[in-house]
Structure formats: structure tokens, C-alpha cells
């Protein structure tokens, strides 16, 4: 068959004419010289133009990296040779090399070399250690020096192409040929050395239209490929893939099979002649020179032709030499435990020879056998001593998953096979692109599979879905297909297409409905997998390692690369994977989770709870998480060590004692205060618990909303003492306000620096400690500013200037003694109307002898409500200073009234109704109203001066109410 060569490209670039090509051995970037003068640096991953140098006027005919000094060397016609640095685009050296046009450099792999080819006829070799020297000149040839070739395999030869019709063949120790093949008719272009194994052979390509592949021990033509219609300008073996490469001045590029010489494929991407070929070992990249510009291709898959049987066999191809390994046996060989993602130190051994040239290679189900598929045949192998047990002619094969097999043929027909003995053949009315064995037999079409029993060839199902792979599970039981989108678990139904068989009724052309049962579609790209159970193990295209359980995707590990699945071995509990490089690693994955996966997906529980106890306690929350997933959270809860985990299962589960208990180790606060919002919604609400969370949450605004929204006296006593010790002043003052201890509130207030709010609380609220606090305000802004703190007078002082002081200061007095007692907030319906009294006016409307009665009712009043209300306090209040005693009214001064500044005298304004509080009632202790009279409307004046140190919106312990509530 042909060789599978998928071919894609990765970049196309326009330019002018290309004249050379070279790929970089670690970056991602292609040199090309051009016949403009310029070099380019492209990016093939991002199609973008790194660098440019502009070497010469003249056309630049070759260019290379050298990568291990970081330099690019060019030649041009104008004969000099310039080096330069491709990273800092520093010119390192140009010197004249040649007499003529500089056809060709190669830098030497290992040595500071670099050999340079002219129209001069002449070879030279230059060492960069001796300041660029000229150390030997090669002189043979008798026309221009086209192509210099150094062998891969003894790098002190290399090779020449000349139009002299001759290939010469040199060594660095002389300067005269060793031999030279003559076998052209014409100049020849091109000469490249085979790297791909063992053969010593040549391949050239020359002015008379042929490629020559030449065997340089016997000096002899081995075979000439016919084909271009115009001379031949590039030629190579690829490094990786069976094939030579050529390009000519047709505009095609050729490609031929290494071992049949057979033409597999031709190109051609109209971008007129060809000029340069370049690969890179270890690669399947090729980059091609036009007269357009710049092409890089990759040919076939860089997928290893590899396969591990269930002992932990490994047998791999390296071109047609097939090598085998252990990897149990290497784990089991005493030494140190290998890390997860680390290489494995594998001792290989060559285990024979391939007839064909392997493309795929697979163990058969039972791992006696392996089939090796290539060059349109298959050939079977023993696995053991790789003896050849069956071949034939074939394009693609599949296993049963009895070790019998399927084989499609060029014509289309598919054939099947039982102990290696034809059993059945049939050809299907589509087109057939591919086999896929396992339980049933795979047939895809052009966007659809067709499943067939192996027995019959009956069709079991038709699906519609563009199939990339397909994979069954050892049992037959689950099957995966792969798409280019992502992958379908589905359930073989095996019943109920037993029984549609024996039924003898005609089936539909899309087979039994009934066969399959799609479970969960997963919308990530397969690159490779395998089945453990009824685990779906797979690397992605996103380089992860993966399995699938239950539709639940769990990551294993992340992969740095390109990685393929081998296989799982259950004695060692590992997955093992390889690169192309075939580097093997591994990673950890317990048979003992599998399995206990596997039963709760059977809803085997009893089996899962044997299972449990073998599972690592480190794995136990990757149980839990997939247990969650089954909607088995109280399962998930046993199971889980993870704290936080845990924490979450509860609160789902409403086990809120066991999250308080969870809480409790963690010390979280956020787990606090979440559990404590659980406490609240619980039906009934757990107040008792709610308020124990918000405790060891510290969360001062949660207990402020729990003790004011219950009416909770003897707790927002303890929240204010507490807020006040920490810090959180402006719950503190909440606290003190709504239980009424004003002088609590003004003695806050000053001992946090806010005396100008404390003035002004105490004028509303308690006339009788205005002096004191404006003698504390004059002494705080005397400091800053003493002319404003002339400004400030005492209301006591200065009453005429506060109209109805006396009557404000008489009204302290006969209602403070009702405010003392705190009410319930039920019985807001019953004091709402006392809200709106107007104080002052109900205090003008007494007699002296009524006044005189109410406040001696009310001071008893006061007695009896202290004497039974005791107030929790962290420590004694601080003693307020006496109130001086009113001043008499007087006439109006020119003295300026307590907390205002100075102004002219003016008549006082009439006061304004000030709000009402009960006169004889308090209100609930959700309502924050205030305790004592309201002030008289002062008189209109300019605005009060405040202090200099208040000029920060918020201080410290004063956040925004929103924030503390």
C-alpha cells in the first residue's frame, strides 16, 4: 500500500526568490536566503517574520545556523561570508572567501567548521576557533561546486555535486577526492547523504531531469527515479520517514518510497521553481524554497510505532530494526522507585528485523502475536522470537478480540481471518476508509461507522459520526468512539443483537436501534487511550492524562509534550506512556480506585465498601470528588479527609453539626460565618447556634443584626463593651445608643478624638453635659488652632444666644427617668405614637408646681429602674464632670454661643419644633430612636468650626455604617 503520508502545512510565506533553505534545531524558526540580497527568520507556529538581515545588494545563495554559537552564516555572490549573532543582530565577522559566487555552506556537526562551495571550483574549510582561517582547500572538480553533503554517519567524508557531471566523494584528512560517481548526463545540482539507517547510499539529482540513489562502498548507481520534466535542483533522503524528496525547476516536489523507489506522491503548490529542501532529524517537518517564497510541510504522523502487551512488554520500531524492553521488569528490579512523569531507565535489546517498513505496529488481545503494517502489506510476527507467522497484501488491519483479525485490500474488499485462515469476505457498497477491531468489527465511511459481528459480517449498527478511533473495553460491555471534537461512551448491547439475529426478521440498513446506548459524550479530543475495566483512560490533545468514570473527567497528571498511552498494568499500578523519542514515564494509578469506581457505577455497593479500606488514604478525596458527582454525597462525606471538602458536603447535607465541628479544627472564620448564614436559614432557625458561629467569627455586625433583630439586652451590652475593646467603635456607639447609655456614647466619642460630634450629641440628647465637652473641644483645638478655639463658648454661659437651654436642661430632667427602661420590640404598636411629642412645647405647658411634681416622680422613677437594671460593663464608666447650672436669661451679648463661631449679635430666631421622644415610655431596642429630649434649634449663625483633626471622613474603628451592618 502506499505509505500514510498526511501531509499538512504549516507555513506558507511569500518572498522573493528562495535559494536556501535551513530549519532551526530547537526554535521554531526557518532561515531562508533570498536572491534579493536578505535573510528571513519565519515562525512556523506564529507565520510571522522574526528577523531580517540585509546582508548584500547581490543575491544571498545559502544560508545555515549554526545554533550551538547561536549564529546565522551566510554567502553571497559578492564572495564574502558574514556571520551574525540571530540574537542580538550583531554582525560577528565578514571576510572574502572565494574568487566566484558562493554556491553552498555546511556547518560541520560536531567541530568549529564550516565548508564552503564556489564557481570557483573550489571546496574550502574554515575554522571559527582560528579567527575564521582558511585551514584545506579541496580542488577536483572542473565546473561550479553546487551542493556539499557531510556523512552522517562518519563525519569526516562528505560529498560534492558539481556541473562537471560528477559526484566526488572527500575526506578532512586530504585534499583529493577519494573517488568520484559519474553516472549523469548533465550538471549535477544536488548530493545528500541516506540518514534514515544503515545503507551506505547517495541520492542525487541533476541537469538531465533524473535522481540517482548510489551505493558509495561499491561506487555503484543502485537506482534511477524518473519523473520531473525539468532539472532537478534539490534532492534528500528524510530522516524519519522511508522516502527521498525532490524538487525541480517543474514546480513539483516528488516524493519516493526509499525501499520500492516507487513514486508516492507529487506536490506541487504553484509557487513556480524549486530551490531548496531542509528537514530536521527527529522530525517530520520539511521546508521547501520557491521562486514565491518559503513552504513548511509535515509529512505522516510523528505517532511512535509502538505496542506493549499486558505483561509490561514493550516492542517498538526504529526505521526497520525492531527493538524490545520490559518496563515491569525494570520496576521490579530492586532499585529506587521511579518518580511519576520521570523516565524510565529501560534496558533494550534489538529483536530483529522488519521486511516492510513499519507504519503501525500492534500486540494482538492475547500478546502472542504482533502485526507490523507497512508498504501496503502486514506481516505477523511472533512476539517472542519474532518469527514471521502470516503476511499478505493489506491497507489497513484490525484484531479481533479473540486474536483473529481483519484485513482491508486495495480493491476495497475486507477480508477476516480465524487461526490465521481466511473465514469470511465481503465489500461494502461506500467507500471504506479505515478498520477498527475490538468486539465487533469497525468499518468507517467518509462521516459514518458501520459495525459488523465477526462471525457473519452481519451489520450490527450504523452511526453517523466522523470517527477518528474507536476503543472497547475488555469486556465488550463499553465502547469509546473518538471524534475530531471529542469522544462518546456507549453501552454494547449484546442481548438485545443477539436476539434481533435469532428473531430471523429483516433488519433496517442502519442495523439493530437497540445495539447501542449512548452514556456521556465528553467534549475533549482523544490522542490516544485505552480501557482499564470500565475506566476510559486517554491522553488529550491538550496534553493531559486523563481518565473517565461516569462521565466524570479526572486529570492525572499534566503532560510537558507529546504523549502516547501504552497501556496499564495492574501489578504495578501505573499508566505508561511514550514520546516520540520513545522515552517512556509512567504515573501512579491504583487498580484498588478503579475497581471501587467500577462497582459504584454497577451500583455494587457492598463490593465498594470491601474495596475501600485497600485504597490509599492519600487517593480518598479523588473517591470523594467522584462520589459527589454520583450525587453520593453522604457517601462522599465518609469518605473524604479533606477538611474543606467535607465542610462543603455538610453544609449541602444540612449536617450542620458536623460542620460546626469541622469548623471548629479549621479555625476559619469564612467557615464561621458561612455555617452561621446556614444557621439562619435552617427551618427552624438555630439562633443559639447562629450566635455561637458569629462568636468565633469575631463578625461584630452579624451579632449586632442577631441581637437587635431578637431584642437581646444582656448580648448587645456584652457586642458593645466588646466592639469598643477591639476597636470597632461604631458598633460600640450602636450598641451604647440603642440601650440608652448616652454617657457611655459621649465618653466614646471623646476618647476616640471626636469631641466636635460629641458636642453636638450632647446638646441634643444631654444639655447638662454641654459645658464639659465644649471645654474638651476647646482644649483639643487649641492645640491646632487658637483663634478658633476663642470662637467656641459655653451654651451655659451664653444662653441667650440657645433659646429655651433652660427649658431643654428641665426636660433631661423629667423624661431621662422614663427612657431608662427597655422595651420589647413587639410592643412598637403600642409606643409608635410617642415618637412624634414635641418635648419642649409639652414642658412650657406645665405650672411650676406640675414641673416640680414631674421631675420628683421622675427621679424616683430613675431609682427604681436602676436599681433593677444592672448594665454589664468590662470596666467602670468613666465619672462625668459635674454640669455647671444654667445661666439666667439675659439680654443678648456680643459673646459668641457654645459650640458656634464668633458673629455680631443678633436677636435670637424662634426655635423650630425639635423631634419627640416618649414622655414616659421607651422605645424597642431595634429602634434606634433617640433617649432623651431633642435640642431647641439653635440660632442661625455661620457654620460651626470644626476641629482640624476630624477632617478624615473615616478613622480608625469608625468604618461606614453599611460596612459594620
Not at 87 to 111: G, Q, S, W
Not at 523 to 548: I, K
Not at 728 to 749: K, P, Q, S, T, V
Request: with cysteine.
Amino acid at each position: 500500500m502506499p505509505l500514510r503520508l498526511d501531509i499538512k502545512k504549516k507555513l506558507s510565506a511569500r518572498s522573493d526568490r528562495v535559494k536556501s533553505i535551513d530549519i532551526h534545531p530547537s526554535e521554531p524558526w526557518i532561515l531562508s536566503a533570498l536572491y534579493n540580497g536578505h535573510v528571513y527568520i519565519w515562525n512556523y507556529t506564529t507565520q510571522a517574520l522574526v528577523k531580517t538581515f540585509e546582508i548584500s545588494d547581490l543575491p544571498v545563495r545559502t544560508a545555515k545556523f549554526i545554533a550551538r554559537k547561536q549564529w546565522v552564516v551566510a554567502g553571497a555572490d559578492d564572495m564574502n561570508i558574514r556571520v551574525y549573532n540571530y540574537n542580538t543582530m550583531e554582525k560577528i565577522k565578514t571576510f572574502e572567501a572565494h574568487t566566484d559566487y558562493i554556491r553552498c555552506v555546511v556547518v560541520h556537526p560536531t567541530l568549529p567548521y564550516i565548508l564552503t562551495s564556489s564557481d570557483d571550483m573550489l571546496i574550502k574549510l574554515w575554522d571559527w576557533d582560528k579567527g575564521w582561517s582558511n585551514t584545506m582547500t579541496f580542488e577536483g572538480h572542473t565546473h561550479y561546486v553546487m551542493t556539499i553533503a557531510i556523512n552522517p554517519k562518519d563525519t569526516n567524508t562528505f560529498a560534492t555535486a558539481s556541473l562537471d557531471r560528477t559526484v566526488k566523494v572527500w575526506g578532512l584528512s586530504s585534499t583529493q577526492p577519494h573517488f568520484t560517481l559519474e553516472g549523469h548526463d548533465k550538471g549535477v545540482n544536488c548530493v545528500e547523504y541516506f540518514v534514515g539507517g544503515e545503507k551506505p547510499y547517495l541520492v542525487s539529482g541533476a541537469d538531465d531531469k533524473l535522481v540517482k540513489v548510489w551505493d558509495y562502498q561499491n561506487k555503484s548507481c543502485v537506482q534511477t527515479l524518473e519523473g520531473h520534466t525539468h532539472n532537478v535542483s534539490v534532492v534528500c533522503f528524510h530522516p524519519e520517514l522511508p522516502v527521498i524528496v525532490s524538487g525541480s525547476e517543474d514546480g513539483t516536489v516528488r516524493i519516493w518510497h526509499a525501499n520500492t523507489y516507487r513514486l508516492e506522491k507529487t506536490l506541487n503548490y504553484g509557487m513556480e521553481r524549486v530551490w531548496a529542501i531542509a528537514y530536521l532529524r527527529g522530525s517530520h517537518a520539511l521546508a521547501l524554497g520557491y521562486d514565491d517564497g518559503t513552504v513548511m510541510l509535515k509529512l505522516g504522523r510523528e505517532e511512535p510505532v509502538v505496542s506493549m502487551e499486558q505483561n509490561g512488554k514493550v516492542i517498538w520500531a526504529r526505521h526497520n530494526e525492531i527493538f524490545t524492553a520490559n518496563v515491569r521488569t525494570t520496576l521490579e528490579s530492586g532499585g529506587v522507585p521511579v518518580p511519576d512523569g520521570e523516565r524510565l531507565p529501560l534496558s533494550t535489546k534489538e529483536l530483529g528485523n522488519c521486511e516492510v517498513y513499519p507504519q503501525t505496529l500492534k500486540h494482538s488481545p492475547n500478546g502472542r502475536t504482533v502485526v507490523v503494517c507497512g508498504d501496503g502489506e502486514y506481516i505477523i510476527y511472533t512476539a517472542l522470537a519474532w518469527r514471521n507467522k502470516s503476511f499478505g497484501q493489506g491497507l489497513d488491519f484490525a484484531w479481533a478480540q479473540d486474536s483473529n483479525y481483519a484485513v482491508r485490500e486495495g480493491s476495497g474488499r475486507i477480508k477476516t481471518f480465524a487461526n490465521f485462515t481466511e473465514n469470511k469476505s465481503f465489500k461494502p457498497s461506500y467507500n471504506v476508509e479505515g478498520l477498527f477491531g475490538g468486539t465487533l468489527l469497525g468499518v468507517r465511511g467518509a462521516s459514518f461507522i458501520v459495525f459488523y459481528d465477526w462471525e457473519h459480517c452481519r451489520i450490527v449498527r450504523r452511526i453517523d459520526v466522523t470517527t477518528k478511533g474507536v476503543y472497547w473495553s475488555d469486556q465488550g460491555e463499553f465502547l469509546a468512539i473518538a471524534t475530531d471534537t471529542g469522544f462518546f461512551i456507549l453501552k454494547y448491547n449484546k442481548d438485545a443483537v443477539t436476539e434481533a439475529f435469532e428473531s430471523g426478521t429483516p433488519l433496517p440498513d442502519d442495523g439493530i436501534e437497540e445495539a447501542f446506548e449512548v452514556l456521556h459524550e465528553v467534549t475533549e479530543r482523544v490522542r490516544t487511550a485505552h480501557w482499564v475495566g470500565d475506566c476510559f483512560l486517554y491522553t488529550s490533545h491538550q496534553n493531559r492524562l486523563n481518565y473517565c468514570v461516569g462521565g466524570e473527567v479526572v486529570t492525572l497528571a499534566h503532560l510537558d509534550r507529546h504523549m502516547y498511552l501504552l497501556g496499564y498494568i495492574p501489578q504495578t499500578n501505573r499508566v505508561y506512556l511514550v514520546d516520540k523519542g520513545m522515552n517512556v514515564v509512567s504515573y501512579t494509578l491504583h487498580i484498588s480506585i478503579i475497581n471501587y469506581q467500577t462497582a459504584i457505577l454497577r451500583k455494587d455497593f457492598a463490593a465498594a465498601q470491601e474495596i475501600l479500606p485497600k485504597i490509599p488514604n492519600d487517593h480518598r478525596n479523588r473517591i470523594a470528588h467522584f462520589l459527589e458527582s454520583q450525587g453520593l454525597r453522604e457517601d462522599a462525606l465518609e469518605v473524604s479527609i479533606d477538611p474543606d471538602h467535607r465542610f462543603e458536603l455538610a453544609m449541602h447535607l444540612g449536617r450542620l453539626d458536623i460542620a460546626k465541628d469541622i469548623a471548629g479544627t479549621a479555625e476559619s472564620e469564612q467557615k464561621w460565618k458561612v455555617l452561621a448564614d446556614a444557621a439562619f436559614s435552617a427551618t427552624p432557625s438555630q439562633l443559639d447556634l447562629a450566635e455561637s458561629c458569629l462568636r468565633q467569627a469575631e463578625d461584630l455586625s452579624g451579632l449586632l443584626l442577631l441581637y437587635t433583630s431578637t431584642g437581646d439586652q444582656a448580648g448587645l451590652t456584652r457586642l458593645a463593651e466588646t466592639a469598643k475593646e477591639k476597636g470597632r467603635f461604631n458598633i460600640a456607639f450602636i450598641g451604647y445608643f440603642l440601650l440608652h447609655r448616652l454617657e457611655d456614647c459621649l465618653d466614646l466619642l471623646c476618647s476616640t478624638g471626636r469631641i466636635p460630634e460629641a458636642a453636638f450629641l450632647a446638646r441634643t440628647y444631654l444639655p447638662s453635659h454641654v459645658s464639659r465637652i465644649v471645654k474638651l473641644w476647646r482644649e483639643d483645638l487649641n492645640t491646632i488652632n487658637p483663634k478658633a478655639a476663642e470662637a467656641l463658648a459655653d451654651p451655659m454661659e451664653y444662653a441667650n444666644l440657645f433659646p429655651d437651654l433652660a427649658v431643654a436642661l428641665q426636660a433631661e430632667q423629667v423624661f431621662r427617668g422614663g427612657n431608662a427602661a427597655l422595651h420589647p420590640a413587639s410592643s412598637y404598636t403600642q409606643h409608635k405614637e410617642d415618637l412624634y411629642h414635641n418635648l419642649i412645647e409639652e414642658i412650657k405647658g406645665l405650672t411650676p408646681e406640675e414641673l416640680e411634681a414631674a421631675i420628683a416622680k421622675a427621679e424616683a422613677r430613675q431609682g427604681r429602674s436602676l436599681s433593677q437594671q444592672a448594665p454589664v460593663q468590662s470596666q467602670p464608666p468613666k465619672q462625668a464632670a459635674p454640669a455647671p447650672a444654667p445661666a439666667p436669661v439675659s439680654s443678648p451679648s456680643p459673646v459668641p454661643a457654645a459650640g458656634r463661631a464668633a458673629s455680631p449679635p443678633a436677636s435670637p430666631a424662634p426655635a423650630s419644633p425639635a423631634p419627640a421622644v416618649p414622655s414616659n415610655r421607651t422605645p424597642a431596642v431595634a429602634s434606634p430612636a433617640p433617649t432623651s429630649p431633642s435640642p431647641v434649634s439653635p440660632v442661625a449663625s455661620p457654620s460651626p468650626v470644626r476641629s482640624p483633626v476630624m477632617d478624615d471622613e473615616e478613622e480608625e474603628g469608625w468604618g461606614n455604617e453599611e460596612d459594620d451592618q
